[in-house]
């Protein structure tokens, strides 16, 4: 009720206990603080902050036009309702390895337990798409010394994440991974592995926790989590799923309702107004305030 019970120093020291435990975790991407309570609900191991889905959700494309500001706000609205560690999204840190610096000590005030930052050119743009532009090795290494020196709290998760593999190919990916972890980076991001076998490939090469990224119509194939644990990687993220579900429903739902005159036919697919205030959890705060949970739900409602 209200807020998590949680500490951010706990939940950063549980990633990091959950990362090195050896299994997989699997770590959905939340579309917004309502959302992140159902992945905890529902029994995954960390919940995600996805760049992409938040510049969807703001309109935007995803090509760098978010701010530090913006991002931590969410992670803050986030880390404040669940008590699973909060993994996010800091795109190329937002400028030069100063202003990367400022971003992690950001998000640590906000709340997360872990962050990643990428090796493209600022601005960036979806990982999944063509024409991307790394930057410079040595400028990357420059990026993650700032943002370890910068950590406050041991425990704060810095994950480098090398979209290399595109531009460069498999082999510069993995001697870009290296150098960051060389760096100070505690685990990788390999973003657009081709298939199974690079996978593999990069799981042989680099010995820190490694980041699957499962997101649909991507250039890699959607490996199931069995096939990820028994790989060797340490988390499975689906980081745009519930936003691609929850919009398919919303379109879906307004072509309906535009064609029918009424929603009545929807209903079956809504979630209800008494599971709703289940999740938001009115009955706890009536705690706090009887005057807030003071009527009966009607049956079926």
Do not use: W
Not at 74 to 95: C, H, M, N, S
């Amino acid at each position: 009720m209200l807020h998590t019970r949680t500490t951010p120093v706990e939940r950063r020291r549980s990633f990091r206990e959950r990362l090195a435990s050896g299994r997989l975790l699997r770590v959905p991407g939340a579309v917004n603080p309502l959302s992140a309570r159902l992945v905890e609900e529902t029994g995954f191991d960390a919940v995600y902050l996805s760049g992409a889905a938040l510049s969807a959700d703001l309109g935007l494309p995803d090509i760098g036009l978010t701010t530090a500001g913006e991002v931590a706000d969410r992670a803050r609205q986030i880390a404040r309702v669940t008590g699973l560690p909060l993994l996010v999204d800091a795109d190329t840190g937002f400028g030069e390895p100063l202003n990367a610096a400022r971003t992690v000590q950001l998000l640590e005030d906000a709340g997360a337990a872990g962050l990643h930052l990428e090796d493209q050119v600022n601005p960036k743009r979806c990982g999944h798409l063509d024409g991307k532009t790394v930057v410079p090795r040595a400028e990357m290494v420059r990026r993650i010394r700032a943002a370890a020196d910068a950590r406050r709290d041991p425990d704060l998760v810095l994950m480098a994440r090398t979209d290399a593999r595109g531009p460069e190919g498999l082999a510069a990916a993995i001697d870009r991974a290296k150098a960051y972890v060389d760096a100070g980076a505690d685990a990788v991001f390999p973003e657009a592995l081709a298939d199974e076998a690079e996978f593999a490939a990069f799981r042989a090469a680099v010995d820190v926790p490694l980041l699957a990224n499962m997101t649909e119509f991507g250039k890699g194939p959607l490996l199931d989590a069995r096939t990820l644990e028994n790989l060797g990687y340490n988390i499975a993220l689906y980081p745009v799923t519930l936003l691609r579900l929850a919009m398919g429903a919303v379109e879906d739902g307004l072509r309906t309702l535009a064609a029918e005159g009424t929603q009545a036919s929807l209903l079956p697919r809504m979630q209800t107004r008494s599971r709703l205030y289940g999740l938001l959890g009115y009955e706890q705060y009536a705690a706090f305030d009887t005057a807030v949970f003071d009527f009966t739900l009607p049956p079926g409602a």
